[in-house]
């Protein structure tokens, strides 16, 4: 009988064959399912790629190559990277309508989905500036002032201190930033599109970009960037200004000037 009860199983043995069951299958689990969902990533990826080179195909080997190479029309896409497809296309600039001095801002004709397989497959030819995620680009607490001063600094030249845009040489022009996308500014600090310099992360930190796209947004709001003195003729600064106030200011002056002088002489012959 003693040695019967010896061999009888402690009550908690049912549990920790339990315990340890379960944990064989979460090591199982944590084993292949990594794998797994790797593996289905994988997969989508290539199908992005897939979709985006049909796309490419049809919209834009005509002018960059069928592997995009480049021709004498468009620019080769090898290292460009995701980042400048999403910034081209999903602002309209691309496909371009006709060739000139500077591919002008238009209606968008792609789907985001159309547009990240055609940044996928893009992408694929090298590599090159990644889209940005939602926490990059946000301006929320950021630094609105170093916003400012670094915009002053680095962008103002061309873009105006307002955003207005400006002119510059052979017909190409900095464009207003006004209802610019947070992404879309972001990508083109990053990309440095047409005739704008690239800010990489080694030359303009994450943060310091996402300070002057608060300036941005707060220089187009209109409870925060009101103008105090009324017209503010297009914010194009002392040219505009001076130019407003000869024509109108000056011809003011000489019609006055007409209209005294005339109703003097007519005083005098009466």
Not at 188 to 193: E, F, H, N, Y
Not at 226 to 238: I, V
Not at 247 to 254: E, R, V, Y
Request: charged share 15%; glycine share 12%; hydrophobic share 40%.
């Amino acid at each position: 009988m003693k040695k019967l009860s010896a061999r009888r199983r402690h009550p908690l043995a049912a549990v920790v064959v339990l315990l340890l069951a379960l944990a064989a299958t979460g090591g199982l689990y944590a084993a292949f399912a990594p794998a797994d969902t790797a593996q289905a990533d994988q997969t989508s990826q290539s199908l992005a790629i897939e979709e985006g080179k049909k796309l490419y195909t049809v919209g834009c080997a005509s002018c960059h190559g069928t592997d995009g190479e480049g021709t004498t029309d468009g620019p080769s896409l090898v290292g460009v990277g995701s980042a400048a497809v999403d910034f081209q296309v999903g602002t309209g600039r691309m496909p371009a309508q006709q060739p000139g001095a500077q591919v002008p801002k238009k209606k968008n004709i792609y789907t985001q989905a159309e547009i990240d397989q055609l940044a996928a497959y893009v992408a694929s030819l090298g590599a090159g500036p990644i889209t940005p995620t939602e926490k990059q680009y946000s301006p929320t607490g950021a630094d609105v002032g170093n916003g400012g001063e670094l915009f002053r600094t680095n962008c103002a030249q061309c873009h105006n201190f307002t955003g207005k845009g400006g002119a510059l040489t052979e017909g190409k022009y900095a464009p207003t930033l006004e209802g610019v996308s947070a992404k879309h500014l972001y990508e083109a600090m990053q990309t440095g599109p047409q005739n704008m310099p690239s800010f990489p992360d080694g030359v303009m930190p994450e943060q310091e970009k996402r300070d002057i796209i608060a300036y941005v947004e707060a220089m187009n709001d209109p409870k925060v960037a009101s103008s105090p003195g009324g017209l503010t003729l297009g914010g194009l600064g002392p040219v505009s200004e001076g130019l407003f106030a000869w024509i109108f200011g000056l011809g003011g002056l000489i019609a006055a000037a007409v209209w005294v002088a005339a109703h003097t002489a007519k005083a005098k012959k009466s």
